[in-house]
């Protein structure tokens, strides 16, 4: 409902006003009435009216000078001027400096419902086009930031900074710290979309909670945890921050609405281009919930030998497990989980540090059973408790065969256990994107016509089975083996470019840094320090 602010030095003409139209009808309400514009101006300062009907001729400020001070004030605000006959080549100047339209005295209903249906109709279109602007703007606010803590993240210090003042983000240039924050314990019965509320009602919690000078930097990390940026000028209050927000926002949320929230802290960073080792940090610290308890705050440097657990199995593994369980890429989840056994072994971690190592693998597997939709407690009983049940096994081949199980039964359970056709003919066109992303003519239709189907039906079946559009899943199979091959350092970039299907090694470069957030000299000269 639009609010509505009348101004007229007749006080019959606003009561006529006020009992002779249905304002509800109109999908409006008045708010504020005043007399002259002087008064006005302090209604609207008191009130901030969306709509104002303003009479031209007044006393002490006329109808046109309040016009212009109330566009000057408030941009945003419609105003309506009611004027009689002599005063029509005012009403139609006032159009020129921002008055949105007229009534000609005397008006009837229709004319009066005709007129404000239009203000309200432009109001809501323009309300309407600053959403769109607020959502893209948050959108590329929380894609950047998402970099930000990226493992890769490399960028140019002034290109960066450039950055956070466009998206208006508050990061200073001195002390930083990262705390993840992880709901858990939420109710067997729980929708996601009911999980997802519960999510914004505590990041709302969080956000007044924070102390922060200007707008509290939060948003949520590829797994849906709420990340904030704790950012203070001060050393000496940086190193006694002693993250009460958080103890406070476990107390409160455990007693409004039974649930536990824990937060890990990131070591103290004084360089926001480090900000990703803060990130890793509070990571490892949360994953150690298991044994710290749920509902707590853990400090990474708080845990001695008991941080190198969940640091076993890299930042990257595990991004590399999230992602190929989305993808439906069973063999590729086999494959990492061999690997992190495979660590096991060859290093001889103590049984303890593997134990609880593992349990973060688990943990993975079961925040994306979540995400899909599953409740674990309907899967594996109210009980289930991956700690416990590791700790049965006698030997690591055991611990393998269990996780491959559990990882298996959760893949069957999202996706089934058998492969429909659009499955098969997904795995047919990531094989060809796999096999053939050199070929600088291998294009989405290209894929297709080998599979003897239509593009646009390639493209649906990748938007419905993985997620994505076809043509960002041949980028990021590109984009990886290129991140790859500069990573070893042995080949000059336009050799790179065309060896993962580029002919033009510019247009390669910004493809690169459009993907990852930097290019791919900052990458190269980052992996040879």
Not at 245 to 253: G, I, K
Not at 261 to 266: D, E, I, K, Q, S
Not at 308 to 313: C, D, I, N, Q, V
Request: charged content about 30%; glycine content about 6%; proline content about 3%.
């Amino acid at each position: 409902m639009f609010s509505v602010m009348i101004v007229d030095d007749e006080p019959l003409f606003r009561e006529y006003l006020q009992k002779k139209f249905d304002w509800n009808a109109l999908d409006m309400a008045i708010v504020c009435e005043a007399r002259n514009g002087i008064e006005a101006l302090e209604q609207a300062e008191a009130f901030l009216p969306d709509i104002a009907l303003v009479d031209i001729n007044m006393p002490y400020m006329d109808g046109l000078a309040l016009s212009e001070q109330l566009k000057l004030r408030y941009p945003d605000m419609s105003i309506v001027l009611v004027t009689g006959h002599n005063e029509f080549e005012y009403a139609r100047r006032a159009i020129r400096i921002g008055v949105k339209d007229y009534l000609l005295k005397p008006f009837d209903k229709e004319e009066f419902s005709v007129t404000l249906n239009k203000v309200k109709s432009f109001m809501k279109a323009m309300h309407e086009e600053k959403a769109n602007v607020q959502n893209q703007s948050a959108l590329l606010r929380e894609s950047f930031l998402l970099k930000l803590i990226c493992p890769d993240f490399c960028m140019m210090r002034e290109d960066a900074e450039a950055e956070m003042a466009q998206l208006r983000i508050p990061i200073p240039r001195r002390y930083c710290r990262v705390a993840l924050t992880v709901i858990g314990h939420l109710r067997d019965n729980d929708e996601p979309t009911e999980a997802s509320l519960w999510r914004n009602e505590v990041e709302k919690m969080l956000r007044e909670l924070i102390p922060a000078r200007g707008e509290p930097v939060l948003f949520h990390d590829a797994e849906g945890r709420i990340v904030s940026i704790i950012a203070l000028d001060d050393r000496e209050e940086a190193l006694a921050y002693d993250g009460q927000a958080f103890e406070q926002l476990s107390r409160q949320v455990e007693h409004h609405f039974k649930i536990t929230v824990t937060t890990g802290l990131g070591r103290l960073s004084n360089d926001p281009m480090e900000l990703r080792l803060s990130y890793r940090d509070a990571v490892t610290a949360v994953q150690n919930r298991m044994t710290a308890g749920q509902g707590q705050v853990i400090w990474h440097e708080r845990l001695g030998n008991n941080a190198s657990a969940f640091e076993l199995f890299s930042i990257e593994l595990q991004e590399k497990l999230i992602y190929s369980l989305r993808m439906k890429e069973r063999d590729t989840v086999e494959q990492l989980l061999d690997e992190v056994f495979s660590y096991l072994g060859q290093t001889r971690t103590a049984a303890d540090t593997a134990l609880t190592g593992l349990v973060g693998i688990v943990s993975i597997g079961l925040s994306f059973a979540a995400e899909s939709g599953l409740a674990v407690g309907d899967l594996f009983g109210r009980e289930f408790s991956p700690y416990r049940e590791l700790e049965r096994m006698q030997t690591i081949e055991q611990c393998r065969e269990w996780l491959k199980a559990l990882f298996c039964r959760l893949m069957n359970e999202v996706y089934g256990s058998r492969a429909s056709k659009s499955l098969k003919l997904l795995e047919a066109a990531k094989q060809i994107i796999h096999d053939g992303y050199a070929d600088s003519d291998l294009t989405v239709e290209a894929i297709a016509a080998r599979l003897f189907i239509d593009g646009s039906y390639l493209r649906r079946i990748f938007k419905k089975e993985a997620g994505m559009p076809a043509s960002d899943y041949l980028t990021f199979v590109r984009m990886q083996q290129a991140k790859k091959m500069l990573g070893e350092g042995k080949l000059k970039l336009s050799v790179v470019a065309e060896l993962v299907g580029y002919n033009d090694a510019n247009y390669f470069s910004k493809s690169f840094k459009k993907h990852f957030g930097f290019t791919p000299t900052e990458y190269e000269l980052r992996k040879r320090r």
